[in-house]
């Protein structure tokens, strides 16, 4: 049986790679050009689909289909956090290959800032002051960019939002990360399908018409977003939420990277203004963070003494007979 020890060097190891997959992901969109956004999309969504089924065959976890099919409600939730994730993908993948990789980073910067909104706003959550003084930093920041730039970062927040809510309903339904990819991109499957069906009839599609390498990188969309996810579930259950919490920075670092050293994305003053806020927002997070996770161990570690203590009281070892005698 695998020691702690070892379990725990296997998570970390997988939420490493998985982040960093998808930090990386800004030098593969590019590759699949001259296909647009929406049908990179769409060949994502349908390459998506043939990946996990491949996985699941493979494992033969067919199990947890039957029973979702017979909860319509779950099913509705399932289709609006494809809606969601679709959405989140197409900013993303626009983004990247138009020039903005910058600021897609800065969208899964602040994405814990609005997953904390969304949690006052929607699950009525009540915050520490570390979080809201971290919220604020973080809006601060967005007003920052906002005033230099004369518009909203809206790819960076559209990005935020959609995952965000993307998150939210995901929670809700409960499934893990390859059964939550399988769902989604079965929903996703058809319309993704017909669209690519209508770009082909209408001599727009690119898939067939430049060679047997794009259409490879264009198959390739499919085990590059399971990957990932299927990483980050062999991940999340073996690591503490503080240390995953940790990691998940490791992304938007690379893709803050590649936009200043691949593509030479100019950052301006004002830019690094934002940026410096976001990152400090970040930090009051991680520390606010660390604080309860210590707190709670703490804790934790009292009340375990405490029951131990009282299960197993300490013996009287004095002679009650010398006690008389005395």
Not at 34 to 60: D, K, N
Not at 215 to 241: D, K, N
Not at 297 to 313: D, I, M
Request: glycine letters at 8%; one cysteine or more.
């Amino acid at each position: 049986m695998p020691s702690a020890r070892s379990e725990t060097r296997t998570g970390l190891i997988c939420s490493i790679a998985a982040y960093t997959i998808w930090g990386l992901f800004p030098l593969y969109w590019p590759l699949l050009k001259p296909a647009g956004a929406a049908e990179i999309l769409a060949q994502r969504m349908v390459w998506s689909l043939v990946a996990v089924v491949v996985v699941l065959a493979v494992t033969r976890h067919w199990g947890w289909i039957r029973p979702l099919l017979r909860q319509p409600k779950r099913i509705g939730m399932i289709a609006l956090g494809a809606v969601f994730i679709s959405v989140n993908w197409a900013v993303y993948i626009w983004g990247v290959n138009s020039g903005h990789v910058v600021e897609t980073s800065m969208g899964y910067f602040i994405n814990p800032l609005v997953s904390i909104a969304f949690g006052v706003l929607i699950l009525r959550e009540r915050l520490r002051t570390a979080q809201w003084v971290a919220v604020g930093v973080g809006a601060a920041a967005v007003v920052v960019m906002t005033v230099a730039y004369g518009k909203p970062p809206w790819i960076s927040l559209a990005l935020a939002a959609t995952f965000s809510s993307y998150s939210l309903v995901k929670k809700r339904v409960g499934l893990g990360g390859l059964e939550s990819l399988a769902a989604e991109t079965a929903v996703q499957f058809l319309p993704a399908l017909g669209f690519l069906v209508f770009l082909g009839a209408q001599g727009h599609s690119t898939f067939t018409g430049h060679g047997t390498g794009h259409a490879l990188l264009m198959m390739s969309s499919g085990a590059l977003t399971a990957l990932p996810l299927i990483c980050f579930g062999v991940a999340a259950v073996r690591l503490p939420l503080t240390v995953i919490g940790m990691v998940q920075y490791l992304a938007p670092v690379f893709q803050f990277a590649l936009g200043l050293a691949v593509f030479h994305e100019a950052m301006p003053a004002e830019r690094w203004a934002g940026f410096a806020l976001v990152w400090l927002a970040l930090a009051l997070l991680v520390g606010d963070a660390l604080r309860t996770a210590r707190k709670a161990r703490v804790e934790l570690r009292g009340a375990q003494e405490k029951a131990s203590t009282a299960a197993n009281p300490p013996s009287d070892k004095r002679n009650p007979v010398s006690e008389i005698r005395s």
